[in-house]
């Protein structure tokens, strides 16, 4: 089943949810389709809302994700923001945001939606300038 993309143009970001079976297939998907729309913004950041029934991904399905994040990267350079509430989720969203961040284009992982948004709206002010 295809990822949703949700766009909330007045906070500058993209909403990714949807129930997952194929985590690289669809990531792969949701990549291509967010490089492709010429409507969002370069600083446009992305919450990664993971579905918990979704499958943890292997290490390799891991390695392909962070380097689809790299590659989204050069298109909207925006911070991302992973959410994940299921048990087993964590650690492979935490090894995902290590291997995709760099310091212009910041990965975080979170417990709850809430404290994903307020951090990405401080890493929008951190890059306005006054």
């Not at 949700?6 to 297939?25: F, N, W």
């Not at 298109?75 to 492979?92: K, Q, S």
């Not at 979170?110 to 948004?117: G, Q, T, W």
């Amino acid at each position: 089943m295809t990822l949703r993309h949700e766009i909330d143009h007045a906070h500058r970001l993209v909403i990714v949810c949807g129930p997952g079976s194929s985590a690289t297939a669809e990531a792969q998907d949701s990549a291509r389709r967010l490089m492709a729309d010429l409507t969002l913004s370069p600083d446009f950041g992305l919450l990664i809302l993971v579905d918990r029934a979704a499958v943890p991904p292997s290490a390799l399905e891991i390695e392909h994700m962070a380097q689809l994040f790299q590659q989204l990267h050069t298109r909207l350079r925006g911070p991302i923001a992973i959410v994940t509430t299921a048990v087993g989720h964590g650690t492979p969203a935490a090894l995902l945001a290590v291997l995709s961040a760099t310091n212009d284009a910041p990965v975080a992982t979170f417990l709850s939606e809430h404290a994903a948004r307020q951090w990405l709206n401080e890493q929008r002010a951190r890059r306005t300038p006054t």
